[in-house]
Structures are given as structure tokens and as C-alpha cells.
């Protein structure tokens, strides 16, 4: 499985961004997906993840304005970010995995810069 995220960018405290990854392979709707996120100089943390039957959770920091969503047919996960505040600013990457406790099976895509200005 290769991912590729796509939709970061620019934008003002309070703004919205819609992220998307598209996954090649055939097993996508098996998979369990997550979003993460890579400040500079911090850890690679967890944001949301969402189960083939789509249940969902989110870090604590951004319930209530993110929301993580799937599209199986077309092998997509996407991210929309609500009420953007400077602390979201990081590169914001997805990964998956068939099992729940191993959502990093495959290769790092580039990732996508979300910058928020305050």
C-alpha cells in the first residue's frame, strides 16, 4: 500500500482544511486509518483514527473540530479541520493497518504542511 496526503496549506487561526489520502492496493476498506501529525522537534503523534466500520477517536485536543471519514470505493481518507488554532500547525500524515495496534504498517507517504497563523 502506498498513501499520498494531499490538501494542507495557509491559513488564519479559526479556518478550515480538508485533508485527503488516497491509498493504492486493494485491502483499503480491511484497514484501519489514522491520521498523524509531526510538529518540528516533537514526536509523531496519533490525531484521529477511523475502523472499517468507521468508528472513530480523536486526541483529546481535537474533538469537536476535526472529523476523520473514509470512502472504501475509492480508497480515500480524509481529515476536516475545524476551528484551526496554531498549535495544529505540524506536517499531517495517514497510515494504516489491518490491525488496530499496528496503524503504521506501511511506508510513510511525503506528507502535508497545515500551517495556522494566529
Known amino acids: 500500500v502506498q498513501l499520498q496526503a494531499s490538501g494542507g496549506g495557509l491559513v488564519q487561526a479559526g479556518g478550515s482544511l480538508r485533508l485527503s489520502c488516497v491509498a493504492s492496493g486493494n485491502i483499503f476498506k480491511f484497514n484501519h486509518m489514522g491520521w498523524y501529525r509531526q510538529a518540528p522537534g516533537k514526536q509523531r503523534d496519533l490525531v484521529a483514527h477511523?475502523?472499517?466500520?468507521?468508528?472513530?477517536d480523536y486526541l483529546d485536543s481535537v474533538k469537536g473540530r476535526f472529523t476523520i471519514s473514509r470512502d472504501n470505493r475509492n480508497s480515500m481518507v480524509y481529515l476536516q479541520m475545524n476551528s484551526l488554532k496554531p498549535e495544529d500547525t505540524a506536517v499531517y500524515y495517514c497510515n494504516g493497518g489491518l490491525n488496530v495496534n499496528d496503524m503504521t504498517q506501511y511506508p510513510w507517504g511525503q506528507g502535508t504542511q497545515v500551517t495556522v497563523s494566529s
Open positions: 477511523i475502523s472499517p466500520g468507521r468508528t472513530t
